[in-house]
């Protein structure tokens, strides 16, 4: 049967597989650690409050350490938590032998300063790459973070296990956000791309994406990037997670992407579904970035 043009056409980058190349490449090295060194990799995973999205995050999180062979410290704090107790709660975990990664789940509540709390958290710990000396490394050429903030480093990851060519390419960015749209531009620029950012302030984005060979889609805006605005061929990694009323779920809701997938999917050579896409292999370059955390110091 001959193809309509209305097929697909894009190849779909599965996220999930990739991940679970990764996790298991990752398995057999705690297991190698451990039967040589009688050691495993230890990750302190810190939530205040009761946020429900930021609580299943944190159960994926604890739950893939689990599943890998690294131990899981779980620090749960309450909503009202002084600042103090919370710095004073990462010096502990700082000093801490067993713990070679730490992460505070974001956001924090308003009453907590995200900078003093991030700053506090050892650089050689700082496994989710938001401390400001790794982002200042990530920014400098010549110059090497000791991680790399996971949700970017997994965006590259896929585009390079894809086999989608990043050196001279023409890469646009959807959003700046210190997470995710900033330093994934860094690390593009790092793989010798030209990158442009686009964001609430530029005028005609539709014009700046549809030049790109890879677009980064990192805005937290439902559906916001079109099938026209996408130059045919290009690789799309779409980041984006927003609830979308749907009736016909149990849930109420459904998860879409910042990208039009019906519509970009049948333009772009490459497209990241959602859920399915980004977000297993953030999960997977954390428990990775442990790892390597770990192996640092165990057997050194």
Not at 159 to 183: D, E, F, T
Request: proline share 6%.
């Amino acid at each position: 049967m001959a193809s309509s043009p209305s097929d697909q056409t894009a190849k779909i980058i599965d996220g999930k597989a990739v991940a679970h190349t990764i996790r298991s490449e990752i398995a057999d090295e705690v297991r190698h650690l451990s039967e040589k060194h009688g050691k495993v990799p230890g990750l302190a995973v810190v939530i205040v409050g009761l946020r429900k999205d930021s609580q299943t995050y944190v159960n994926m999180k604890r739950k893939a350490c689990a599943e890998v062979g690294i131990k899981s410290f779980d620090v749960d704090l309450p909503e009202d938590v002084p600042e103090a107790d919370l710095i004073t709660k990462v010096h502990e975990l700082n000093s801490d032998p067993q713990v070679h990664g730490i992460l505070v789940q974001l956001p924090l509540p308003k009453h907590i300063n995200e900078e003093n709390v991030l700053g506090a958290i050892s650089i050689d710990k700082d496994v989710d790459g938001f401390h400001p000396l790794n982002i200042g490394k990530l920014a400098m050429k010549g110059r090497e973070p000791l991680f790399l903030p996971c949700t970017p480093k997994g965006c590259l990851e896929l585009l390079v296990r894809s086999g989608i060519k990043i050196k001279g390419q023409r890469a646009v960015v959807v959003g700046r956000s210190n997470i995710v749209g900033l330093p994934v531009s860094l690390l593009l620029l790092k793989a010798d791309a030209t990158v442009t950012t686009v964001h609430s302030h530029t005028k005609d984005p539709e014009a700046i994406i549809k030049e790109a060979d890879i677009v980064i889609a990192a805005a937290g805006q439902a559906c916001m990037i079109k099938g026209d605005w996408i130059k045919p061929g290009a690789a799309v990694i779409d980041v984006g997670t927003n609830a979308v009323s749907d009736p016909s779920r149990k849930s109420g809701y459904r998860l879409v992407g910042d990208v039009d997938f019906a519509e970009t999917s049948k333009v772009a050579g490459f497209i990241t579904p959602v859920p399915g896409g980004v977000g297993p292999m953030t999960v997977a370059m954390l428990l990775r970035n442990t790892l390597d955390g770990a192996k640092q110091v165990i057997g050194q």
